[in-house]
């Protein structure tokens, strides 16, 4: 993947702005959240839901750090799952980034609101006590 730096869409900036101040994450932290959250999702983004540019850009190693392996193998998996071609990795990469920050920003309201993202048998901490 020769994604160098994410451009977000000018409403998944918006709300990347938003949760930040809701939250103190930062951008990249909350885009990561957002781009599990739409691999998640059975639907296939349409890349072109996510043209033009706002002002959030983050530059790759900022955007995933230490774990870029893990995030090029997770859309790669998924674009195999999408019977797409490997030229569209870059392009589906971006989509998922972008439609993330959009349904993570239906869920967070709050910090607190993470945990609405987790599955519901870990909410209440036993799960994670248990491990």
Known sequence: MQLSEMHFSEEASR???QMKGRTGLTPNILARIGFCLSLENPGLPDPSDYDGTG???????VL?????????????ERC??????????GTQFKAHMNRGVLLLHK???????LLLTLPPEMRNGKALADE
């Open 80 to 89: 195999h799952q999408d019977n797409l071609p490997e030229t569209e990795i």
């Open 15 to 17: 709300k990347l702005s």
């Open 55 to 61: 002002y959030v850009n983050i530059k790759r190693h």
């Open 107 to 113: 869920k967070l309201k709050s910090l607190d609101g």
């Open 64 to 76: 995933t750090g230490y774990y870029d392996p893990l995030f090029v193998a997770l859309i790669k």
